[in-house]
């Protein structure tokens, strides 16, 4: 049997140069649920009230409020109508980053296929909700970011495709510029060939292919759901950043308690000055905030295949904390590499409980996961710049 084509030219709506500075969204997980809401009680027409509503309402309602916003933003004129198929470049410079992304529809039996590798275990229930989300809202408008190796001939075409005029150019409050290319037809049509036979791993979205996944087995697999949106980004471009916890209690332990479990869990704990620095300085230690004192961590003993957030997860969250993984009773909360620590540190005194961070996975540790078919905790690594939802509105 052929192989699917990974990648696919893409008919779709775009956000107007107009609009775009206003509706296109933060990154969802870059912002807590107050963030999130702030945002949205401020402006009817970011891009969130879409991909997210309050959790308290029943799916229904959350459902139909995704949909009552798509509606607004279509009735506005936000959009364009929907263009023929192309594939796109997405640029993003952040300070002194820049990475660009071929932007299409990827193929969901390469994910079935081996050809789009996980290297993050999925929360079935957020999946499931995604999947449910899909299936009712009936677009795709987030990007799964991929990753492939570097190759020289698609350096080179996206060099070309970048000398012709953006079709939109614009900056949010966050300082993240953003541009977007429509690839000329001859361009696009080598870079699919390129592509044709590539495996790539999933940079940021596992619970988006998951839940595609899911939808697509339960359509019966038709062709109208076998393909999400993807933004496709070479390796070498990618900046790879710690996800860290906060665990909102305790789990009926004192702090006096949990320190001393932790140290029977087999880690050298020392009290942090901070003027020393708080950071984590290397791979396998982890830094602890709890009742007003930072801690460093140290496993004395370590296997080269355990990373940090699996020496946190099986050491330390689920024997002394009760958090399993999937963290579905809504005690650990994930917070990106990006924040300081010191706001990690007003977010556990303020909520109580305990917050960890961790050092990055880097780039040769995270291939050889991916190299040997194993997969981290859900929320391990977090690449940054992250893709925007709102840009792209593909029916499905």
């Known amino acids: 049997m052929s192989k699917a084509k990974l990648l696919n030219r893409v008919s779709a709506k775009l956000v107007k140069p107009e ?15 107050a963030e ?19 959790s308290s309402l029943p799916l229904e309602k959350r459902t139909a409020a995704n949909s009552e916003a798509l509606k607004r933003l279509l009735d506005a004129g936000a959009y364009s109508d929907t263009l023929d198929s192309a594939l796109y470049l997405y640029k993003l410079s952040y300070e002194e980053h820049q990475q660009t992304a071929i932007v299409g529809d ?7 296929d081996d ?10 229930f957020r999946a499931n909700d995604l999947a449910n989300h899909l299936e009712q809202i009936g677009i795709h408008s987030s990007p799964v970011a991929l990753a492939y190796d570097s190759d020289e001939e698609v350096n080179a075409l996206i060099e070309e495709a970048m000398e012709t005029k953006p079709v939109l150019d614009f900056c949010r409050e966050d300082n993240l510029e953003q541009t977007i290319w429509r690839v000329p037809e001859k361009i696009a049509d080598k870079l699919l060939v390129l592509f044709q036979d590539k495996t ?6 596992h619970h988006r292919m998951n839940a595609s996944h899911t939808v697509w087995t339960r359509s019966g697999k038709s062709e109208r759901y076998g393909k999400i949106l993807g933004a496709l980004f070479s390796v070498d471009e990618l900046r790879i950043r710690s996800f860290h916890r906060h665990v909102s209690d305790l789990n009926n332990l004192t702090s006096n308690s949990l320190t001393t479990r932790i140290a029977e869990m087999d880690f050298h704990i020392e009290p942090v000055n901070v003027s ?9 230690q982890l830094s602890m905030y709890l009742d007003g004192t930072w801690y460093k961590l140290s496993p004395q003993r370590i296997h080269p295949s355990e990373l940090d957030t ?29 924040i300081p620590l010191n706001y990690l540190e007003s977010i556990t005194q303020s909520e109580g409980g305990v917050a960890f961070a961790l050092h990055p996975v880097s780039m040769d540790q995270l291939q050889a996961i991916i190299n040997r ?7 391990s690594t977090y690449f940054e710049p992250k893709v925007r939802s709102g840009i792209f509105v593909i029916e499905r």
């Open 36 to 54: 999130r809401q702030k945002l949205m009680d401020e402006d009817p027409y970011v891009f969130l009230h879409v991909t997210s509503a309050k």
């Open 276 to 284: 020393e620095g708080i950071e984590p300085e290397y791979p396998g």
């Open 200 to 205: 790539t791993f999933i940079v940021d979205g």
């Open 310 to 338: 699996v020496i946190l997860q099986k050491r330390i969250l689920e024997p002394l904390l009760e958090v399993n993984e999937e963290g579905s009773d809504g005690r650990l909360h994930y917070l990106p590499g990006t």
């Open 19 to 33: 609009w775009a500075e206003r509706v296109v969204s933060p990154a969802y997980d870059m912002l807590r649920g």
């Open 115 to 124: 050809r789009i590798v996980p290297h993050e275990r999925t929360r079935e």
């Open 373 to 379: 078919k194993k997969t981290l905790p859900p929320k």
């Open 106 to 112: 990827i193929s969901i039996k390469a994910f079935e």
